[in-house]
């Protein structure tokens, strides 16, 4: 038993010391259907938070409207606010790898490649994912998911309440 | 004639004959400056502005706030004019275009003084702009006693990141300086600002913030924080929303006795140059007051 136990714990280590890159983050968004008389799709910025201090550790994607031949999708930005206040603002945009469209209703899966991006550079050990949505004539809600990187781990799923459905996250 | 000078002139005439309130006056009437947004996005952002002098916040049900020395202070420092403005019966608006990133000061920085000297046997008084006052009370008049007032009013907004130029001190009268930026404000978390007045730290200032929306609460909702030794002090706001922060330094004679009302600019004239008035009142001594008003938004977590 003994024995087996620090086989275990062994193998835990050897596995957090493992290069992250070797892992991906495997994140699902239930985009909720709503029924509204002006239904617009929500703008979305998907990003990873320093549990400690809430700082953000980088942003993974942003769903808006860059096509927008009025303001290029920019002016809204601000909306998810707190993703604005912590990362957005000192970002330029469109941003590569980051800057996506806007999603449909539904369940949308997205896989972020622990080779590239914010991933590349992460440190193991907890972080949140945080998925923030904001809707034109529609509100706003951010949803938290709690992960740790640098291992594959079980998926993890927090529920929003009005502009979010589920979420799902898992290091694959 | 520079712009400079015809707003100078411009804010003089209007201090001899609006009977405008400021909020350093002696009833409650606040003059606020209220951006349509604090926080903004992208090359195409603009906000509107209101400006009004009200008893209640933010609601024009008073008067209009008179822009004539209303101005952009722009992220690189440089000063531009107000777009597209317009005085109705209780706001002005207008509106600031955000065509560089970074943070804008938008308001009015006043300066005047209030005199009374003796000449041939009579008294006389002064109410204007320093510059005038240079011009119009001879050196060295006898009696010469003088109420120096620079009055604040401003609000500020962001596009992109923030940033801090705009809040160089100049060492003239009430100043703000952002420990936390005013464009990043959050309510329930702690805010640290510094006042300095003539550029030194303003130490044991009274500090009031009124929140907006005041129609809608059972009581006004005002609190009020003082400044420590370094003039420095923490504030949390303690919901999202426009707030009205308020400080006023004042030393010596006042200037509300017989000698004339108000203590800033725009009060009504005690016996202006060229004014056929009753025999002046001396001012009974000498003062000074400094006023800062800001209009601050607190966003929601």
Do not use: C
Request: proline letters at 7%; zero cysteines; a positive charge.
């Amino acid at each position: 038993m003994k024995r087996s136990l620090s086989l275990l714990t062994f193998s835990a280590l050897g596995a957090a010391t493992t290069p992250a890159l070797a892992a991906d983050l495997n994140v699902t968004v239930e985009v909720p259907r709503l029924t509204v008389a002006e239904y617009h799709k929500p703008y979305v910025a998907i990003w990873i938070e320093n549990p400690a201090d809430a700082t953000a550790a980088g942003t993974l994607a942003v769903w808006y409207d860059a096509d927008s031949k009025e303001d290029k999708g920019v002016k809204w930005l601000k909306d998810m606010r707190q993703w604005w206040r912590k990362a957005g603002r000192t970002m330029s945009f469109p941003a590569d790898g980051i800057s996506g469209a806007t999603r449909a209703p539904g369940p949308q899966k997205v896989v972020f490649a622990g080779a590239k991006g914010p991933l590349k550079d992460l440190k193991p050990g907890q972080y949140n994912l945080v998925v923030e949505a904001a809707r034109e004539v529609g509100g706003h809600e951010a949803v938290r998911v709690p992960f740790t990187w640098g291992k594959p781990g079980k998926p993890a799923t927090a529920k929003g309440t009005a502009e979010l459905g589920a979420v799902t996250v898992a290091v694959k | 004639m520079t712009f400079k000078k015809r707003l100078l002139a411009v804010v003089a005439g209007a201090a001899l004959a609006l009977p405008i309130v400021l909020p350093t006056a002696a009833n409650a009437h606040r003059a606020w400056l209220v951006p349509s947004a604090t926080v903004l996005s992208g090359e195409s952002a603009w906000v509107g502005v209101d400006a009004a002098i009200s008893n209640e916040l933010f609601y024009a049900d008073h008067n209009a706030m008179r822009l004539d020395a209303v101005v952009v202070t722009q992220p690189d420092g440089s000063v531009e004019k107000i777009q597209n403005p317009a005085t109705g019966k209780y706001r002005s608006i207008f509106d600031v275009q955000l065509s560089k990133p970074g943070t804008y000061k938008i308001g009015s920085s006043t300066s005047s003084v209030m005199a009374s000297w003796t000449q041939d046997g009579q008294v006389k008084r002064f109410r204007g702009s320093p510059e005038d006052f240079a011009k119009q009370v001879p050196a060295g008049a006898a009696d010469l006693k003088t109420i120096k007032s620079f009055n604040r009013n401003e609000t500020f907004v962001t596009r992109d990141a923030p940033t801090t130029t705009v809040f160089a001190p100049t060492g003239k009268g009430l100043e703000l300086v952002p420990v936390t930026h005013p464009n990043d404000l959050v309510a329930g978390e702690a805010a640290t600002f510094k006042f300095l007045l003539d550029g030194k730290p303003a130490a044991d200032l009274e500090v009031t913030f009124a929140p907006g929306n005041s129609r809608y609460r059972a009581t006004p909702g005002d609190f009020k924080v003082k400044t420590g030794a370094d003039g420095s002090f923490k504030v949390t706001f303690p919901e999202a929303g426009m707030y009205w922060m308020n400080a006023t330094v004042r030393s010596g004679e006042t200037g509300r006795g017989p000698g004339g009302p108000g203590g800033g600019m725009g009060g009504p004239g005690g016996g202006a140059p060229g004014g056929a008035q009753a025999p002046a009142t001396p001012l009974a001594g000498n003062g000074m007051s400094a006023g800062y008003t800001a209009t601050l938004e607190a966003l929601r977590p």
